[in-house]
């Protein structure tokens, strides 16, 4: 549970506002992915980084903004949301993408809730 | 296009009892599938994975899951139930034309009953 960790676990904000999540990983991994997660929906792909170079941006708006300063730090910046934003953020570390299925380790997430 | 499938939002099963979740997929050539875990105000955690051979995958907890090419299918199977295995499961599929991408089910969540 101590492999992938997330601050903050809850934030509310307004539309105006402008926050950052955090995602760290203990796991000697190089590949790290951001998930929306919402009620009965299949997880959404928002951001993957390998290598800390972002390699997929899956159509997301621009008022989310994702940072990958080393293999080990994931940011994902935040700024007029709207409030159908309000869901679960994930984060996710695996080996690096090069064409082996390992599996993703997630962290315990971000609730969000956009007033 | 790849993804995945999870027919049902729920399944009840007693405690002691076997218990199936569903899963089918649509890809390309051949599948990497995975299962997940979800408890409460916890992230997803890797049950296991079927990448090529043994169609029937060994996994944590006691769970193991068949794979079925010709009925798309990998299913989550338990030979019996406990109460602390009550979650939301999750299956997925990695995207064989593009290996960033993983395609998640809506999920399944799972009730024990003792």
């Known amino acids: 549970e101590t492999g992938v960790t997330q601050t903050p676990r809850h934030l509310v904000m307004g539309m105006t506002n402008k926050k950052s999540l955090k995602c760290e990983q203990h796991?000697?991994?190089?590949?790290m992915y951001w998930y929306k997660q919402s009620a009965k929906k299949p997880l959404e792909l928002m951001f993957v980084?390998?290598?800390?170079?972002?390699?997929e941006n899956n159509s997301v708006p621009s008022r989310f903004s994702p940072e990958c300063p080393n293999s080990s730090h994931l940011f994902l910046h935040l700024h007029t949301l709207q409030p159908e934003d309000s869901a679960l953020y994930l984060c996710?570390?695996?080996?690096?993408?090069?064409?082996?299925?390992?599996?993703?380790?997630f962290g315990p997430g971000t609730r969000l809730t956009v007033t | 296009a790849q993804s995945v499938a999870q027919p049902e939002d729920q399944v009840k099963v007693a405690e002691g009892n076997p218990l199936t979740v569903k899963c089918t997929y649509s890809?390309?050539?051949?599948?990497?599938l995975f299962w997940y875990v979800q408890y409460p105000n916890r992230g997803l955690q890797f049950l296991l994975k079927?990448?090529?051979?043994?169609?029937l995958v060994k996994g944590s907890y006691g769970f193991e899951a068949e794979f079925n090419k010709s009925q798309t299918s990998f299913h989550l199977k338990k030979p019996s139930a406990l109460v602390s295995d009550s979650a939301l499961y999750f299956c997925?599929?990695?995207?064989?034309?593009?290996?960033?991408?993983?395609?998640f089910g809506s999920g399944t969540k799972l009730n024990v009953k003792p």
């Open positions: 996710a570390s695996s080996q690096t993408v090069t064409g082996l299925p390992y599996e993703q380790y």
């Open positions: 796991l000697g991994h190089n590949a």
């Open positions: 980084y390998s290598l800390e170079e972002r390699v």
């Open positions: 890809v390309s050539g051949n599948p990497y």
């Open positions: 079927y990448i090529t051979g043994d169609n």
């Open positions: 997925a599929v990695r995207d064989m034309n593009n290996f960033n991408k993983f395609y």
